[in-house]
């Protein structure tokens, strides 16, 4: 992979701090060790809404004097800040600007966002990157506002203008109104034809807007890669995005660049950071070509230290890793003028850590088969699922991810898959949400017939609405509403210890969610691990059970958001449970009694690589696993609290435990590189 590239973003007033800070920068980059400087045009508190050509003109001379001060081997990039717009924030279009504007559902007509279909502002945002384009950048960098949704004061987004209305009346082959049309996209139950109209049509938009801005910049300088931006990509589902073949237009034959989203733009808990992170940025990665060059997003907003810590910073590019990335974008300063900020000494931080992010990526551990409990996915669920209330857009988002968060904090390794076809034997599949309606009966059944499944209550309940219940033993099920009184917590039935307590329990109230009751039929073989009991200690229903033998009901759902992780679903008692039970593999590894202890695992040179974040605010005083009884001969490391080198801990494995005895600092990181006895 080479070097971890820094890619420093840029702001700088060129009516306000222009010479103060192009001096400035040459400093910060030769200190910091940035390999990019990403140069903001247009940008935040200075925008000034869609730039006429003498505006541009101001950012064409910053560029290029920006060039003229950048050290020998970094190079210009140009991160234009806004394609359709993020919001109006009260700004209008100029005089000459007939672009189309964004409507939202409910008629409501946005004053700057516009509309991505329109022919006017289509040659306006292709004209602009094809100047840009003028200084032979390395890069330029398409915002993440190049979405339908989240576009101030609109109602979600857009866009129901009415050249869209009309579009969707043709394909509906009537006359169609905005709220018959969205009636008929959200409608509960299984899909209306309304709702292909929809996504087909948002992903056509993009398409076509991504091909029109590649074109011209493809004329201009062909050597230039177009990167784009991303927020979460449950909700670009719900606007067809077709990840990748937005990156291959951008592309035009040069390498896709994709800048994903890290869930913390302001400091949080590094446990609550690393559940984001799994369901967010985790799931983005795997949605895109793999060699899709990945530059994460890592912000500092409102850019301050008052905001983050220097720590936690630090804590993000470490853990980012697993993303399989090329280096960061790196926005540290305000965005209105006040330029480099060098008394909070963000440069030390960043000049010392590189050497362990570039030995790291060195090992090519990130590029190597991951391996774990495989997370079922898919990009298009918003076509197949099956809306319930058909009230709201964020009806359309999938909920996918909840055991790709529950794993990370519970020290299960996982990794994302997007088809049934490219799961191997053995492996161990988590299926959540409304994943299952993506595929035919037949290789539903497959799916069960030749894999250990685990399944959510949501899960469980798209298995029995598609008449293949039978498949997990399901007779009959229905929804238990958290707080309805019905259910007060979970106990264990299965005679065993869980967190030193004998019964242990868990509650099921206030921060937890609903609960699907499930009937087994008479013939299938149920082991109940735990049983839903009342306030009035009397047992409701099954828990969590094993079926078959094969197939595990984590019987939790019906979640508000799809990256919500409801608290309750936290504690010793749950994450104990479902790592025991789980079966005994070298390829899902896990660590034992270590909260968010998120343990990442790939195969590399016929070792066992396991990358340990430690997003616990509690130093790990010893590290264990639970592996299989094969033989460990040789564990090497490399731990981001000791520096660049690697080194041998001592260890001991006793059955299918492997101990280090290895310490392990809150917000630190280690590589582990375990060779067996059988190779």
Request: net charge negative; charged share 20%.
């Amino acid at each position: 992979m080479g070097r971890f590239q820094y890619l420093f973003r840029f702001c700088c007033d060129p009516g306000h701090n222009r010479e103060r800070e192009l001096d400035s920068l040459g400093e910060f980059v030769k200190a910091m060790g940035a390999d990019d400087v990403m140069v903001f045009c247009n940008v935040q508190e200075l925008n000034t809404g869609h730039t006429t050509p003498q505006e541009q003109e101001v950012y064409l001379r910053l560029l290029e004097d920006v060039r003229e001060r950048l050290p020998d081997g970094v190079t210009l990039s140009v991160n234009q800040w806004h394609s359709l717009m993020h919001m109006d924030q009260g700004k209008t279009l100029k005089p000459g600007q007939d672009f189309r504007l964004m409507r939202d559902a409910d008629g409501k007509e946005a004053t700057l966002c516009v509309c991505p279909a329109g022919e006017a502002w289509l040659e306006y945002i292709s004209g602009l990157y094809a100047r840009y384009a003028g200084v032979m950048p390395l890069r330029l960098w398409i915002e993440d506002d190049f979405r339908f949704h989240n576009h101030a004061p609109l109602s979600w987004g857009g866009c129901f203008c009415q050249a869209h209305l009309d579009r969707f009346s043709r394909a509906a082959g009537k006359e169609l109104d905005r709220a018959d049309f969205v009636r008929g996209m959200l409608q509960p139950g299984a899909p209306h034809p309304y709702r292909r109209v929809w996504l087909d049509s948002c992903r056509d938009d993009l398409l076509l807007a991504a091909g029109r801005i590649g074109q011209a910049v493809e004329e201009v300088c062909p050597t230039a890669q177009l990167g784009l931006m991303s927020s979460l990509p449950q909700v670009h589902a719900a606007e067809g995005r077709d990840w990748a073949a937005l990156l291959v237009k951008l592309a035009r034959g040069n390498p896709m660049a994709l800048r994903i989203h890290l869930p913390a733009y302001s400091e949080m808990s590094p446990g609550r950071y690393m559940l984001a992170f799994n369901q967010v940025s985790m799931l983005n990665r795997a949605f895109v070509p793999p060699e899709t060059e990945v530059y994460p997003e890592l912000e500092n907003f409102p850019y301050s230290l008052y905001t983050k810590s220097r720590a936690f910073t630090r804590f993000q590019m470490l853990s980012a890793l697993p993303l399989n990335v090329r280096g960061m974008t790196i926005d540290l300063f305000d965005l209105n003028g006040n330029g480099i900020v060098w008394p909070e000494n963000w440069q030390e931080m960043f000049r010392a850590l590189r050497p362990i992010l570039d030995s790291l990526q060195d090992t090519g551990v990130f590029q190597a088969r991951a391996l774990g409990v495989r997370v079922l996915v898919h990009p298009d669920s918003s076509y197949t699922l099956h809306t319930r209330q058909g009230r709201e857009m964020e009806e359309l988002y999938p909920h996918e991810t909840l055991f790709a968060g529950l794993f990370g904090a519970y020290g299960i390794s996982f990794s994302y898959v997007t088809s049934l076809r490219s799961l191997e034997p053995g492996d161990i599949v988590a299926v959540c949400g409304q994943v299952l309606r993506n595929f035919d009966p037949q290789s539903v059944a497959q799916l069960f017939g030749n894999h250990f499944v685990l399944l959510n209550g949501d899960a469980a309940e798209t298995l029995y609405g598609m008449g293949l219940g039978h498949l997990a033993g399901i007779a009959s099920c229905r929804w238990i509403a958290q707080d309805s009184g019905a259910v007060s917590y979970e106990q264990a039935e299965d005679g065993r210890v869980y967190g030193g307590i004998h019964e242990a329990r868990a509650s099921a109230m206030v921060s937890c969610c609903d609960v699907l009751s499930i009937r087994y039929s008479e013939t299938a073989d149920v082991r109940a691990m735990s049983g839903f009991y009342g306030f009035d200690r009397g047992r409701v229903c099954h828990g969590q059970a094993i079926i078959g033998g094969s197939v595990y009901i984590f019987p939790f759902g019906r979640l508000r958001h799809p990256t919500e992780i409801p608290p309750m679903l936290l504690n010793a008692l749950r994450a104990q449970m479902l790592a025991d039970y789980l079966p005994a593999t070298r390829t899902v590894p896990r660590a034992i009694g270590l909260p968010h202890l998120n343990v990442y695992a790939y195969w590399l040179e016929n070792r066992l690589a396991l990358y340990a974040v430690n997003a616990a605010m509690d130093d790990c005083p010893q590290l264990e696993f639970r592996l299989d009884s094969t033989r460990v001969v040789s564990v090497q490391a490399q731990g981001s609290a000791r520096g660049a080198r690697a080194y041998q801990p001592e260890f001991r494995m006793e059955g299918e435990r492997l101990t280090l005895m290895d310490r392990l600092p809150a917000f630190e990181s280690v590589l582990l590189l375990i060779s067996f006895e059988d190779g």
